[in-house]
């Protein structure tokens, strides 16, 4: 195996955490069922916004430095089709966990599920998507980052690599920061680490049908083959105790639909009396103070 230019051989071994989500730039009024929770059925599918860059982050690693790239997706059968996609771009290998005992879970068993997963490929470095649009919440990668000890990244938008560190820019609010984090460690991506390049078109006719099979099976396969394996909780070790609503510390009490009114406004005189009296008036209303 050749050396590449950061002293490291053979590269760095690369896993991609891609979520399924439903578009909710989408939303109409079927969006919604009675009960208060999302009808997936009405809204298409996608490939989550930033499990996109995340994905071209390990793309380019792999581009510059060597290695290779394995995506993951937790979820439904349906989510083959960003897997698929993930390989169309330039993935290597494409796994689906999925498993009833999966079903019900919340951050915390999704996390450790994914964990689970991770850990089967034993990765140098690890990316998923700052947030997912439709939990949004942002705490799955440093959630599967805690669980397997790897240093956590969070709001990458550049990466390279020095032998076994990665050289990282990342966005705090107010500016960016350069940190040097020593492998392994989990990295979550925002848009601004670049978007994800197009389908190969070679690849598309040989991965537009890539078939979910049984992991062992999968595997049995030669390399590259058009074939998306297929991880139950057993199979990754995962157990059932910590996964699904057994592993679902969260209660979802309610859901509202909030709407914003707008419109309104209040004229103040551009005085320090006129101003004096708004701040007091915010200050009555608790808006303040
Ligand atoms: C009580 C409860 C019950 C739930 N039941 C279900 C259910 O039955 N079915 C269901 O689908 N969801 C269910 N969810 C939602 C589920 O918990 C979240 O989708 C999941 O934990 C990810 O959280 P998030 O969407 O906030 O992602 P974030 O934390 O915002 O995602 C960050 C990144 O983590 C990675 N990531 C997150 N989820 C996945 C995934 N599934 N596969 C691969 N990568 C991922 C991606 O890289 C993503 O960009 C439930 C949530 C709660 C609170």
């Given at each position: 195996?050749?050396?590449?230019?950061?002293?490291?051989?053979?590269?760095?071994?690369?896993?991609?955490?891609?979520?399924?989500?439903?578009d909710?730039?989408?939303?109409?009024?079927?969006?919604?069922?009675?009960?208060?929770?999302?009808?997936?059925?009405?809204?298409?599918?996608?490939?989550?916004?930033?499990?996109?860059?995340?994905?071209?982050?390990?793309?380019?690693?792999?581009?510059?430095?060597g290695?290779?790239?394995?995506?993951?997706?937790?979820?439904l059968?349906?989510?083959c089709e960003?897997?698929?996609?993930?390989?169309?771009?330039?993935?290597?290998?494409?796994y689906?966990?999925?498993?009833?005992?999966?079903?019900?879970?919340?951050?915390?068993?999704?996390?450790?599920?994914?964990?689970?997963?991770?850990?089967?490929?034993k990765?140098?470095?690890?990316?998923?998507?700052?947030?997912?649009?439709d939990?949004?919440?942002?705490q799955?990668?440093?959630?599967?980052a805690?669980?397997?000890?790897?240093?956590?990244?969070?709001?990458?938008?550049k990466?390279?690599?020095?032998?076994?560190?990665?050289?990282?820019?990342?966005?705090?609010?107010t500016?960016?920061e350069?940190?040097?984090?020593?492998?392994p460690?989990?990295?979550?991506v925002?848009?601004?680490?670049?978007?994800?390049?197009?389908?190969?078109?070679?690849?598309?006719m040989?991965?537009?049908?890539?078939?979910?099979?049984?992991?062992?099976?999968?595997?049995?396969?030669?390399?590259?083959?058009?074939?998306?394996g297929?991880?139950?909780?057993?199979?990754?070790?995962?157990?059932?105790?910590?996964?699904?609503?057994?592993?679902?510390?969260?209660?979802?009490?309610k859901?509202?639909?909030v709407?914003?009114?707008?419109?309104?406004?209040?004229?103040?005189?551009?005085?320090?009396?006129?101003?004096?009296?708004?701040?007091?008036?915010?200050?009555?209303?608790?808006?303040?103070?």
């Amino acid at each position: 195996m050749k050396e590449n230019n950061t002293g490291r051989v053979g590269g760095y071994n690369c896993v991609v955490c891609i979520k399924q989500v439903p578009d909710t730039k989408k939303v109409t009024g079927d969006a919604m069922k009675a009960d208060g929770t999302i009808n997936r059925a009405a809204l298409p599918a996608i490939f989550n916004p930033e499990d996109r860059n995340a994905l071209e982050a390990a793309l380019s690693v792999k581009e510059r430095f060597g290695g290779t790239v394995t995506a993951i997706a937790m979820g439904l059968p349906a989510a083959c089709e960003i897997l698929r996609e993930a390989l169309m771009c330039g993935a290597d290998k494409a796994y689906l966990v999925t498993d009833r005992k999966a079903a019900g879970s919340d951050t915390l068993a999704t996390s450790y599920i994914l964990s689970c997963a991770v850990k089967r490929f034993k990765p140098d470095l690890v990316f998923c998507g700052r947030q997912a649009i439709d939990g949004d919440t942002a705490q799955t990668g440093p959630q599967i980052a805690e669980k397997l000890d790897y240093a956590a990244v969070t709001y990458l938008e550049k990466i390279d690599m020095d032998g076994d560190y990665a050289v990282v820019t990342r966005d705090i609010g107010t500016g960016v920061e350069t940190d040097k984090v020593k492998l392994p460690a989990l990295f979550t991506v925002t848009e601004k680490a670049g978007e994800l390049r197009p389908f190969n078109v070679r690849r598309v006719m040989k991965y537009k049908n890539a078939e979910l099979k049984p992991v062992a099976e999968a595997e049995a396969l030669t390399e590259g083959a058009s074939v998306i394996g297929q991880l139950s909780c057993d199979d990754i070790g995962a157990v059932t105790e910590r996964c699904g609503f057994a592993g679902s510390p969260t209660n979802v009490a309610k859901i509202v639909s909030v709407v914003l009114a707008g419109g309104d406004y209040k004229e103040v005189a551009p005085t320090d009396e006129g101003v004096a009296g708004l701040v007091a008036e915010l200050v009555a209303d608790h808006t303040i103070g």
